[in-house]
């Protein structure tokens, strides 16, 4: 695997975010993927929080700010748009690839919950 296959697993998986794409979560992320923020896994539980973020906030986008990769591993700094009283809240993302799907993540994120949770 290449850097270039990682970082296409990566825009894959926002350009899938802003079109609201909930399918495409079982081509982007691995049967057994599992997600650090969310404490899930599967494809579906991405599905599911995308789908809540989108429900509370049908505006939202996100757009790649930096991204690095090494090896298997990439790291992203996002910036989300369409999220009204909060600017643009940032995202810091990593995760692995595993043969060009998304098998692990770790986030953080400055977006302020007071709306419902969006982790399960």
Known sequence: MTDDDVRAAAERMYAAF?????AATTEIFTADFY???LDATGPDS???????????????????EDMVVE????AVRTSMRGIPGQGSPTML?????????????????SLQRTTPSFSR
């Open 18 to 22: 802003n079109a609201q794409d909930y």
């Open 35 to 37: 997600s650090h923020p």
């Open 46 to 64: 991405v599905a599911q929080a995308w789908r809540r973020l989108h429900e509370s906030f049908p505006d939202v986008h996100v757009m790649v």
């Open 93 to 109: 993302e990593m995760f692995r690839v595993r043969d060009g799907r998304i098998a692990e993540l770790w986030g953080l994120s």
């Open 71 to 74: 090896g298997d591993t990439a």
